[in-house]
């Protein structure tokens, strides 16, 4: 079945380092989502990447979407301990829109 | 405000019972979705709806029943064939093309 393989599972890391976290679909993508979820907290929308090769900035967080639309990225550049959370990548089926697919997502934990 | 509004946000199931949560958006969102996460996993899909009066069944909808008999309401009963129900509960809703918003979830607990 449709896929969305994200790795890695938990990342521990010093406040400054950076952190990266890759998704891979077993299918081509319509478009991919990311998604920030707090301990305790539901997932927030960070952004949405539709376009083969696309990159977006956010402050720190850069994110990338293949060329062939089956890869995504997001990179944290210089963590802080208000990064700590699980994040999410959703990528939508190119041939069925209406379900997204959810990675497991990466826990990052950020030691002050 | 306009969101997603989920109740109650702790409940407690006794064993054979049904349990309903409330999920309410005035976002005038045509679509809507309940999702299921357990500690340290990702998010599964119950079940969904397009549109009012329409929905279907997710990847994990075994134990679970909806309605969507209003846009703004979809709510989910969590049924006594649902063995393992202790899990968090997440609602969501979307427009068009448009991500998905979350509402804050409902933590259920078996007595």
């Known amino acids: 079945g449709q896929q969305v393989m994200q790795i890695p599972q938990y990342q521990h890391v010093q406040e400054g380092e950076d952190f990266t976290t890759y998704c891979n679909s077993s299918t081509t993508l319509s478009n991919i989502q990311w998604y920030k979820q707090r301990p305790g907290g539901h997932p927030v929308f960070l952004i949405q990447?539709?376009?083969s090769g696309e990159v977006k900035k956010q402050k720190r967080l850069t994110f990338q979407f293949g060329e062939a639309k089956k890869n995504s990225s997001l990179h944290i550049t210089a963590t802080q301990t208000t990064d700590v959370g699980t994040y999410f990548c959703?990528?939508?089926?190119?041939?069925?829109?209406?379900?997204?697919?959810w990675g497991l997502g990466t826990s990052l934990a950020v030691n002050p | 405000d306009g969101g997603i509004t989920q109740s109650p946000k702790y409940l407690f199931r006794k064993e054979g019972q049904n349990v309903t949560l409330s999920c309410e958006q005035n976002?005038?969102?045509?679509?809507m979705y309940w999702y299921r996460q357990d500690p340290g996993q990702g998010l599964r899909l119950i079940y969904y709806s397009q549109i009012v009066n329409d929905f279907q069944k997710g990847d994990i909808a075994e134990g679970y029943s909806v309605s969507r008999e209003k846009k703004e309401s979809f709510p989910l009963t969590v049924t006594s064939a649902q063995k393992n129900p202790t899990a968090f509960y997440l609602c969501a809703s979307r427009s068009g093309s448009q991500p998905q918003h979350f509402g804050d979830g409902t933590r259920l607990s078996i007595l």
């Open positions: 976002l005038n969102h045509d679509a």
């Open positions: 959703a990528g939508r089926d190119a041939g069925n829109n209406r379900k997204l697919i």
């Open positions: 990447l539709v376009k």
